[in-house]
């Protein structure tokens, strides 16, 4: 099992985590660089968040974007007709690619769904060109405060859904310096991490609840199994929560951080 990512489908994954992995694209590449021409990777590209931020580039001459889920390939695919966007199924631990064939490697939001993450790390070493960037990011565990919202009064309510899609604890390489300590110990060079911030901006309740509730992951099998009594009590310590006091509902933003690095291969 070399991932830990459950998925659900194009559209629930667009709408419960494609729109923040959108607006976290661009942020990511000011940070990590776009080469001045060749050819990139974005490894583990889900629906494509990062591949279209990086077909705004138009000095590049390729792009391999490459995921596990063969739905999500499909959904970058449709989304899409750059001929310079190459969509595949696979696995990040065991890329097919030849040898210093990139002139860049990203992975955005992907490692810590990778149950051997050294082994994509090294892989995307192996696939580049000596001196060429290797960027990823994640999101910081303790950085993400609509979604500790809802996984920490999921858990208050309804304590058997911890394992169930709801965290009970921080995921690997979800705090300071841990992306960056694999990236230096797969010997990466000139190995920098940086906090990289977004707004998650949700409309109102619905739209923070209904994405996370029918998303990704395990979490909408056992939330669709529960009797309607305490799906009901628990989408009202959500909508509590959410409101925070407030009598009416309506817009909030969430300022959400992600510890991005960039090397040199
Ligand atoms: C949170 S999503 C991020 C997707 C995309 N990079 C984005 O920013 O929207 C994590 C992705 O990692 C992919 N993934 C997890 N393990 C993988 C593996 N071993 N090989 C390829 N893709 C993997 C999942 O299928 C999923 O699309």
Redesign the pocket.
């Known amino acids: 099992m ?4 459950i ?1 659900k489908g194009a559209e629930a ?1 667009e709408a419960s ?2 729109r923040w ?2 607006k ?2 661009d942020p990511f590449l000011a940070f990590a660089g776009v080469p001045a021409h060749g050819r990139v990777l ?9 591949t279209l931020a990086l077909a705004t580039h138009p000095e590049l001459t390729a792009i391999e974007a ?4 063969e739905n ?1 390939v499909a959904a970058l695919r449709a989304r899409t007709d750059d001929p310079r966007i190459s969509a595949r199924q ?4 065991a890329l097919p690619y030849d040898d210093k064939s990139f002139d860049a490697a990203y ?4 490692l810590h ?3 051997d993450a050294d082994k ?1 790390i090294t892989e995307m070493r192996r696939v580049l060109k000596p001196g060429a960037t290797a960027a990823a990011a994640v999101w910081s565990y303790d950085g993400m405060p609509s979604w500790r919202l809802f996984w920490d009064t999921i858990r208050a309510i309804e304590p058997e859904a911890e394992g169930s899609g709801i965290p009970s604890g921080p995921r690997p390489m979800t705090a300071e310096g841990e992306l960056r300590a694999l990236f230096a110990s797969a010997g990466f060079a000139d190995v920098t991490e940086k906090r990289l911030t977004i707004m998650m901006d949700y409309a109102g309740f619905d739209d923070f609840y209904l994405p996370k509730v029918y998303g990704q992951g395990r979490f909408s099998a056992f939330f669709e199994a529960l009797p309607e009594a305490r799906r009901e009590r628990l989408r009202e310590a959500l909508r509590a929560a959410y409101l925070d006091g407030r009598s009416e509902d309506g817009q909030r933003g969430f300022e959400s951080v992600a510890f991005a690095v960039r090397c040199v291969a």
């Not at 070399?2 to 990512?5: A, D, G, L, Q």
């Not at 992975?107 to 992907?110: G, I």
């Open positions: 070399p991932s830990t990512f998925a994954y985590m494609g992995s959108r976290l694209a974005d490894a583990g590209c889900g629906t494509g968040s990062l490459l995921d596990f889920e999500f696979g696995d990040v631990c992975s955005l939001l992907v769904f990778v149950s994509a």
